[in-house]
């Protein structure tokens, strides 16, 4: 580890955090409905838009209604994904002639894209057509972002909203963040990332004739459009294959950079939301502090054991850090960054191959997506999986002080207790179930890359990557065969529509409760004990299940490098 | 008060006959409420099963598997013992109840005569039944004072020997059945039918037979459930993990990873925590109707309290005596003792102590000054005593104006007389009295032959200590208000003195019912107390009504508690209670999770060492063999059911420390406790377990 690696994560934390107060105002502008300075320009589009829908602003939903919306929203973008890829041979744009998609990659490429995963069975330039990348999955990595933020907004309302019975419009809110906020931020963006060198153009691959005389096929298309959302919604699939480790879609430095913060400015952000809309900003601190501390202890233990290296190599005399499947032009520092970034967020767009991180390098993406991305976490998505994890730790020691317990003076009480713990629950069901099962599947294993605990690893990673809808993977295992299209994709949708409905569902039941006044006697949520409770909580009851898998993951394959032996 | 009755936690009285009870708790269907420990059961029976299987073929490590499924059985038997333990505390006090219950005989009224009645058994009673109660009788069954005054002794459920009276009408007209009448004849009409009566309700309280989760309660068995459920995920994977990486590991061990990492040790005492609640309550001599009530009570936020005989003692006393100019106070002190050395009354009683107190004026014989006593009436409201023929007069200012030929009344025909020509004496005293009035005290104006002395200050006296206790309140997070029907201008004097937050002054029943709807809208809970049957509206609608037990039979109904001593101010004691029940649950829960992290290093390392030797080195408590690891794991588990029976019964602290301080302190014990204890623990039974061979 060196000053300078360190100085960079700062300046990366620094731009973060000063991004969180004006995006969060102009965001709680927004879903309030009051004027912000793109009003003028979008607000006849969005009154054509709601006209169009027969809906209203006005119209407010009930949480059964909101969630229904949704899902029939969400239903429909599956089919009409699933089409596309299905029929891409003989629909238009498809330049490099690419042949329909297999029914089992389709399922599994549509879930994916709709529950804002992003898990990739496939190599883009060798797949997809331009318009499956533009109509289908561009469409869904703008929606399903925009869904994660609905779903964010009405449980930020369940908690501002003195009494009521209304979440708010699902068809509005949907509307005003795909408009209001993620459009606008990707246009900008979208230029900044051509200004920087990546490719946008309809043209057809490029031919080349390399030094050596070799054809060489050069893939280009509507790359930075695509990143741009790639980023900024949280979804991380990639237009190449190499993601963000390929020098289009991640030309240097600067680019990285822009990359990184654009995966985590909304969900930070959203913190900042929930603090205006409850009307205490420090809520919001506090709940983004929690996420910070297990941020930072991340990327300190990521970079540690990268830059360290591996003793095996050392002793054949090769000095200095893990450089295996890092892009030079990143070096240790920001490969360690943007691994903890991406799967502590949902995203899942990779500059380096987290398969060939150490041991514990591998350990903490591994970590970071089990307990539920948490750590600002997918867009709105980390949101409303917090808030799970708030609702158990205020219900646990909220008691303590003497009170039934209360979070922002709504009472937790049983019914939020069984949806909480049934978000908690679906993410180890997806992931040990399935790799359970997949361990001791014959076929299943032969996907995989190394033998040992490694390609146990590699296992584990892919089921924890699905169901945590985060969609990197841990390079080695060979993902597109049937049994792993199948069940991955049912894991994603359970890591997405099993958190979301219990969500709704908590915010459903919290906006009719009445909200009871704060006095000495209650157990203050703005404060750095909160954070510590939050923290210990998420370790605790998020972390405790996977400790045995982990055992046989990573640290096994770390204990048995320092002795000797590598997979 | 009777609150010597607590038993000790060790008493043997209690002890014996729950080990007996850990037993028949085994029945499924009892069980089966304790969603964690059936859990543990279920798991139980089906290791002894594999285990007699493995007997009768001799295989496996059968002294291991012997010992992890003996500790498996404790592990369930520690858990019923602790809910025995904490029942067997209130079936103590049920017993000595269910004696008054004996059968007795009532004299049914057959006709208006009250000697025509008719002997029956009690238990034969009907609602709406009236009986004849006579001294030496024992009240057959709950009812109201239709007729007659009584003093009767209540010590059956009060423990207070001292007998009460009970008459028709007004606030003190409930009876119970079981007490016993001591003197004259009451007129009852039966209010309850026999099984349901308040004795028999105490009964099922106490012994916990009606006992009903509370809310909180369910929510928390909701997450031990889920708790449990995620940790059946984590175990029920890990022989498929093993078996690719080449090994595989006997079930019993799955089992016992499992039973050491679900909440067993909340799981185990969360009933135990329930019961001692309501049992703590029932020392206080109060009655929770309902567990939800005791919840209901850690939460409240605003406190009603009526201002005589909680804030202030029951009656006003003599302060000072404020003489007029040219009158000493000694002159004043000595006419005014004089003036109710007859007078019966507290205040008068007030005056005499004051004066002697304050001005060495000793009590003088009456009969021997050959003094005439002029008692109180409403139509003079002055007293007074004639003597040596000189005449004293003490009372209201405005009745010793109108006496003194002063007062403003004094009209007849269409010429007001002329105002006398003390009008300056007048005039100072009217400024002293309205001096004493704006500092909350009553003025009692003093003359002799007709000449003004001075003013007696009247003062009600606020209870010592009362002051500490509500800034205590406050720490906590309550607001206090003063209800009491006294004018603005006094009860603010009083609040301001009290240390209340809040007062309603000249308050009616209706007004208090308004001050609590206006309090829940804002959604506060609200806790009350109240004895009459004007109070039984706002007691119904406070979210803790407790009724005192001189209190009506509709006050009693309305509230959810009742307090046997029938002390306002014990409201501040039941809050506490609620707040202490729902600490011990989060503290004792927090404990149990925070457990699981030294347990997964003691069973992990050892679970996984035949094919991961390297996992080893998580072996950091040292402990010596793979099986002493386990085995310490589950014994650990196992023993700190028992270590922690005292704590849930007891109750944790309650301290007014303001919430984060309390949370932080509650955190550092439970929390991280609950992370090193058993660190501690499992390395002690390993070296103890290892020492004498057992593994």
Same mark, same amino acid.
């Given at each position: 580890m060196t000053l300078n690696g360190w100085l960079q994560i700062l300046v990366f934390c620094g731009v973060l955090i000063m991004l969180v107060k004006p995006l969060g105002a102009y965001i709680t502008r927004v879903f309030s409905g009051e004027r912000t300075l793109l009003s003028p320009v979008l607000v006849p589009v969005e009154r054509g838009l709601y006209a169009l829908a027969g809906?209203?602003?006005?119209e407010e939903q009930h949480w059964t209604s909101y969630a229904f919306s949704l899902l029939m929203f969400n239903l429909l973008g599956t089919l009409v994904l699933y089409g596309l890829l299905r029929f891409q041979d003989m629909l238009p744009m498809n330049p490099a002639g690419m042949a329909a998609v297999g029914p089992e990659l389709s399922f599994n490429t549509a879930t994916s894209f709709v529950a804002n995963t992003n898990w990739q069975s496939y190599g883009g330039e060798s797949t997809m057509s331009y318009l499956s990348q533009m109509m289908g999955l561009a469409v869904q990595n703008f929606v399903s972002a925009a869904t994660g933020m609905a779903i964010a907004i009405g449980l930020i309302r369940a908690f501002s909203r003195a009494s009521g019975k209304a979440l708010g419009n699902f068809w509005v809110d949907m509307t005003r963040a795909v408009l209001y906020v993620l459009l606008p931020i990707c246009v900008v963006l979208t230029l900044v990332y051509v200004w920087l060198g990546v490719p946008q153009t309809f043209g057809p691959y490029v031919e080349a004739t390399t030094l050596e005389g070799a054809k060489q096929t050069i893939a280009l298309g509507p790359v930075a459009s695509q990143l741009a959302i790639k980023m900024l919604g949280t979804n991380g699939g990639g237009f190449f294959n190499a993601n963000s480790a390929h020098p289009f879609e991640n030309p240097d430095n600067i680019s990285n950079m822009i990359q990184m913060l654009s995966i985590f400015a909304i969900g930070a952000a959203f913190t900042n939301v929930f603090g205006r809309m409850v009307g205490n900003q420090r809520q919001g601190w506090a709940i983004l502090s929690a996420m910070f501390i297990l941020f930072i202890a991340g990327v300190a233990v990521v970079y540690w054991a990268e830059a360290a290296g591996n003793p095996i190599m050392h002793q054949l005399g090769l000095a200095g850090g893990n450089m295996e499947g890092k892009e030079v032009r990143f070096g240790v520092v920001m490969s360690s960054l943007f691994a903890v970034i991406t799967t502590a967020a949902s995203c899942g767009a990779v500059n380096a191959m987290h398969g060939s991180f150490t041991a514990l390098g591998g350990l903490i993406p591994i970590i970071n997506m089990q307990l539920?991305? *948490?750590? *600002?976490?997918? *867009?709105g998505a980390g949101f409303y999986g917090i808030v799970m994890f708030i609702i158990v730790a205020v219900f646990v020691a909220g008691l303590m002080v003497g009170r039934t317990p209360e979070y922002l003076g709504k009472k937790i009480e049983a019914k939020e207790m069984k949806m909480a713990l049934l978000a908690v629950l679906c993410l180890p069901l997806a992931m040990l179930v399935f790799a359970a099962i997949a361990t001791v599947l014959p076929s299943a294993v032969a996907s995989i890359g190394t033998a040992g605990p490694h390609g146990f690893s590699e296992i584990l990673y892919a089921y924890t990557s699905a169901a945590a809808n985060n969609g990197s993977a841990f390079g080695g295992l060979t993902g597109n065969t049937p049994w792993y299209n199948v069940t991955l994709g049912i894991a994603m949708l359970m890591g997405r529509f099993l958190v979301i409905i219990p969500a709704l569902a908590i915010a459903g039941s919290l906006v009719a409760k009445k909200t009871v006044p704060a006095s000495a006697g209650t157990f203050p949520t703005d404060g750095g004990l909160f954070v510590g409770l939050l923290v210990g909580t998420i370790l605790i009851v998020g972390g405790l299940t996977f400790m045995p898998a982990l055992a046989l993951g990573p640290v096994v394959e770390h204990l048995v490098m320092i002795a000797g032996q590598t997979f | 008060m009777s609150q010597s009755k607590s038993a000790s936690i060790l008493d043997s009285r209690i002890l014996i006959p729950a080990v007996g009870g850990a037993f028949t708790k085994l029945n499924p269907r009892t069980l089966a409420k304790n969603p964690v420990m059936f859990v543990v059961a279920v798991v139980s029976v089906l290791t002894t099963i594999l285990f007699l299987r493995d007997l009768a073929s001799g295989n496996g490590n059968l002294g291991f598997s012997f010992q992890i499924n003996l500790w498996l059985w404790f592990t369930v038997l520690f858990a019923n013992f602790a809910e025995a333990v904490a029942e067997g505390r209130g079936k103590a006090q049920a017993d000595s109840l269910r004696k008054t219950r004996t059968e007795t005989q009532a004299k049914l009224l057959t006709g208006n005569d009250r000697t025509a009645y008719k002997m029956v058994p009690g238990t034969s009673l009907k609602v709406n039944d009236v009986v004849i109660v006579e001294a030496g009788d024992i009240i057959p069954s709950d009812g109201e004072v239709i007729e007659g005054v009584a003093s009767v002794n209540e010590a059956a459920i009060t423990g207070e020997s001292a007998p009460v009276i009970r008459e028709s009408g007004g606030d003190r007209s409930a009876v119970t059945g079981g007490t016993q009448v001591l003197s004259d004849w009451i007129r009852v009409r039966i209010t309850a039918a026999a099984g349901s009566t308040f004795i028999d309700r105490m009964i099922a309280l106490v012994e916990g037979a009606e006992r009903q989760k509370t809310p909180n309660e369910i929510a928390l068995n909701i997450l031990l459930a889920g708790m449990t459920l995620i940790f059946v995920l984590a175990t029920a994977t890990i022989p498929s993990f093993a078996s690719y990486a080449g090994g595989s590991i006997p079930i019993i061990v799955l089992v016992a990873l499992f039973v050491t990492l679900i909440p067993t040790t909340i799981g185990a005492l969360l009933s135990a925590i329930g019961i001692a609640g309501m049992d703590r309550l029932v020392r206080f001599n109060v009655l929770a109707m309902s567990g939800r009530a005791v919840e209901a009570a850690g939460d409240v936020d605003t406190l009603l309290l009526d201002k005589t005989g909680t804030i202030t003692l029951g009656n006003r006393q003599a302060t000072e005596f404020k003489p007029v100019r040219g009158v000493t106070a000694q002159e004043l002190a000595d006419a005014a003792q004089l003036a109710s050395l007859a007078d019966e009354t507290p205040e008068g009683r007030s005056v005499v102590v004051l004066a002697k107190e304050k001005y060495a004026i000793r009590a003088r014989d009456m009969a021997s000054l050959q003094a005439t006593f002029i008692p109180f009436t409403a139509q003079t409201r002055m007293s007074g005593v004639d003597i040596d023929g000189s005449q004293i007069r003490k009372g209201a200012v405005d009745a010793v104006l109108a006496y003194v030929g002063s007062g403003p009344l004094q009209v007849s025909g269409n010429t007001a007389i002329a105002v006398s020509p003390e009008n300056e004496t007048v005039r100072e005293l009217r400024g002293i009295a309205e001096e004493i009035a704006k500092a909350g005290g009553t003025p009692l104006a003093v003359a002799r032959d007709g000449k003004l002395l001075g003013v007696i200050q009247l003062k009600d006296i606020v209870k010592g200590g009362i002051r500490e206790r509500f800034a205590e309140l406050r720490r906590m997070g309550i607001r206090t208000v003063m209800i009491t029907g006294d004018n603005p201008m006094t009860a603010a004097a009083i609040a301001a003195e009290a240390g209340v937050d809040d007062f309603l002054a000249q308050a009616t029943p209706e007004m208090k019912l308004a001050l609590i709807r206006e309090e829940q809208a804002k959604g506060k809970l609200v806790a009350m107390c109240g004895d009459g049957t004007n109070d039984a509206p706002a007691l119904a609608q406070s979210d803790v009504g407790v009724a005192m037990n001189t209190g009506t039979v509709a006050a009693r109904e309305a509230?959810?508690?009742?307090?046997l001593d029938s002390d306002p101010t014990k409201l501040i004691e039941i809050v506490e209670i609620g707040k202490q029940l729902l600490m011990t649950r989060g503290a004792l829960t927090t404990f149990s999770i925070a457990n699981d992290i030294a347990k997964y290093f003691a069973i992990i390392p050892a679970m996984f060492l035949a094919f991961y030797p390297q996992l080893g080195v998580l072996n950091i408590m040292g402990l010596a063999t793979p099986q002493s690891a386990i085995l310490s794991a589950i014994i650990f588990n196992a023993l700190i059911i028992i270590a922690l029976i005292p704590l849930s019964l007891k109750g944790v602290k309650y301290r007014a420390i303001g919430a984060g301080a309390l949370l932080s302190r509650n955190l550092l014990v439970y929390g991280l406790g609950g992370i090193i204890v058993p660190f501690i623990g499992i390395k002690a039974i390993d070296m103890v377990i290892t020492a004498i061979g057992l593994a």
């Open positions: 809906t209203s602003e006005r539920g991305e *948490v750590i *600002v976490g997918g *867009v | 509230g959810n508690m009742v307090d």
